[in-house]
């Protein structure tokens, strides 16, 4: 059954829906895309916990599109689990923050339980929904009550107490489930400022439960063909108060065990948010999952092994002051799609320019995402670096975007994104720019500061890669790092003897791992004899290769 816009439907009996069928899945999650498209800007404004960075209702968006993304190749007439396990993998890949975590976490749970089936009923529903809320839940490694898990655990309680009464049924019906989970959704939605201080404080509802919310109401209109017809009331409710202490509830009796308060102070700890997706075992994404959490907070590790396999994908997501902690307790993993913002900066002007900037430098994290940029590291062992810069591009959050590649190799992976982003039909006019190595990246992100419009910052950052020359000092023969330093003092001589004039005023040295003091010692040595007034800046950017990477102003 389709509606009058020829969007699929359930189909409809008597005493309520009864089928839900893959097309109706779709029909699911395009409804849904399109109810979040039309409100994300009203929940980026709620946004203000554990980090007021503006950016739930973004997430929930982009998250969804990737898993909206996934359905283009799923053939018509494709299984309700086929369609629900492909929304779920899309969704996994394509997280973003904590909202797109849960939201993964949770569709995987709706896909996990209907993954051989070809419809389902409202008995299964509830069962789907308690899965869900359970997973929402286990998605994050300190779940916090007056949140969306909160909406999500009462949407479950409610389907499974419909589910009861109706039971003796030969079929429940899915829409009489969805419409009592809906109901005391919003509900809850309406009780977390009283269970939340900073929701209390600021008099409103919490964005991540509320964008759960439109997930569930366009989830019943599928079902009935009808609108909801209600508006979200996005304020708290009058005479609503801070709590005094962390309350406990739904979230820490679904885990099995009870706090006697939160410490929200600790939630707002961590000056960036890292993510990136690894292949890894289950063990070893428990272990991550505890190491993150003693660097940082709003952990989440989601994802999962499949059946018969050793090794799984996982999406990670943290917020820690220390980027490159959280990177390097990955590696020895398969990872890639690694991005770090800077949470504390001015949120990203829509008509600004927004900045792209990869780097092969671990050490090169922090300092890029604090000036501006949205940072892609370049994991060596990543042959598949498209989808990290295409992901960063967009979560830029600007409408125009400069991408500053770090070698040939990141050169070539932009342009490929780029020309993915257009074939998809993005609005985003992305660019990608010249560079040459570690120390043009720097220089092209220094010059963002202080520069105009979208136009002639883009102009400024181009024009301080230009005019900034660089060169690239590699180990003997591309050896291993700390071998034959020799060689590599001769050549990081000869390379500085031709980039240095005597008018030249910086020397900037992204240096490698295990690169030592003496050959650092010699190359400022060599700088001031060409050049008696320079300025030799060291950063320690840990890259395998290049043992340096040079750059003059």
């Not at 398969?334 to 770090?340: A, E, G, K, S, T």
Request: charged share 20%.
């Amino acid at each position: 059954m389709r509606d009058a816009s020829g969007v699929a439907q359930a189909v409809p009996t008597g005493n309520g829906t009864r089928v839900f069928d893959g097309e109706a899945m779709r029909a699911w999650i395009e409804r849904s895309h399109t109810a979040l498209a039309g409100i994300r800007d009203e929940l980026d404004a709620l946004n203000v916990f554990p980090v007021p960075d503006s950016d739930t209702g973004t997430n929930l968006y982009l998250t969804l599109s990737e898993g909206r993304a996934a359905l283009a190749d799923l053939p018509a007439g494709s299984s309700l689990g086929e369609v629900a396990q492909a929304v779920a993998l899309g969704a996994l890949i394509g997280a973003r923050g904590n909202s797109g975590i849960i939201l993964s976490q949770y569709l995987r749970a709706v896909g996990e339980t209907f993954a051989d089936q070809d419809e389902a009923e409202g008995g299964e529903w509830a069962w789907a929904l308690d899965r869900a809320a359970l997973a929402a839940t286990g998605a994050m490694a300190e779940p916090v009550e007056g949140t969306a898990l909160t909406v999500v655990a009462a949407a479950s309680d409610a389907g499974r107490r419909a589910a009861y009464l109706a039971r003796g049924s030969d079929d429940i019906p899915v829409e009489r489930v969805i419409r009592e989970a809906t109901s005391a959704a919003r509900d809850a939605l309406a009780r977390t400022p009283s269970l939340l201080a900073p929701l209390a404080e600021r008099g409103v509802v919490d964005a991540g439960g509320a964008g759960f919310v439109v997930l569930l109401q366009a989830l019943h209109e599928v079902l009935t063909g009808t609108s909801a017809g209600t508006e979200l009331t996005l304020t708290a409710p009058a005479g609503v108060t801070a709590p005094a202490f962390g309350p406990t509830g739904i979230v820490d009796e679904c885990l099995g065990h009870r706090r006697d308060g939160h410490d929200y102070e600790h939630f707002q700890a961590g000056d960036f948010e890292v993510m990136y997706v690894l292949k890894a075992s289950e063990r070893d994404a428990d272990l991550l999952r505890q190491r993150l959490s003693r660097i940082g907070t709003s952990v989440g590790v989601v994802g999962g092994v499949a059946p018969g396999s050793k090794k799984g994908l996982w999406h990670v997501h943290v917020h820690t002051d220390e980027p490159l902690g959280a990177v390097r307790e990955a590696l020895g993993s398969r990872i890639r799609q690694v991005c770090v913002r800077y949470l504390r900066g001015e949120r990203a002007d829509p008509d600004g320019l927004g900045l792209v900037a990869c780097t092969r430098a671990p050490g090169l994290i922090a300092p890029l995402a604090r000036a501006g940029a949205v940072v892609v590291y370049i994991d060596p062992g990543d042959p598949r670096i498209r989808s990290g810069i295409a992901r960063a591009v967009v979560d830029s959050g600007c409408n125009r975007v400069g991408i500053l590649p770090c070698g040939p190799r990141t050169a070539a992976a932009a342009a490929e994104a780029v020309a993915k982003l257009k074939v998809e039909g993005s609005e985003i006019v992305a660019e990608v720019l010249e560079s040459r190595g570690e120390a043009a990246v720097v220089a092209g992100v220094a010059g963002l500061a202080g520069a105009g419009d979208n136009e002639s910052a883009l102009s400024r950052v181009a024009s301080e890669i230009a005019r900034t020359r660089t060169g690239l000092v590699r180990w003997p023969n591309d050896g291993e790092p700390g071998v034959g330093a020799v060689e590599l003092a001769e050549a990081a001589l000869a390379a500085v003897r031709d980039l240095v004039g005597e008018d030249d005023e910086v020397l900037t040295v992204v240096v490698g791992r295990e690169v030592p003091s003496e050959v650092l010692g010699a190359v400022a040595e060599a700088a001031r004899a060409a050049s008696p007034a320079i300025e030799v800046i060291e950063v320690d950017g840990g890259q395998v290769s290049p043992a340096l990477s040079l750059g003059v102003e």
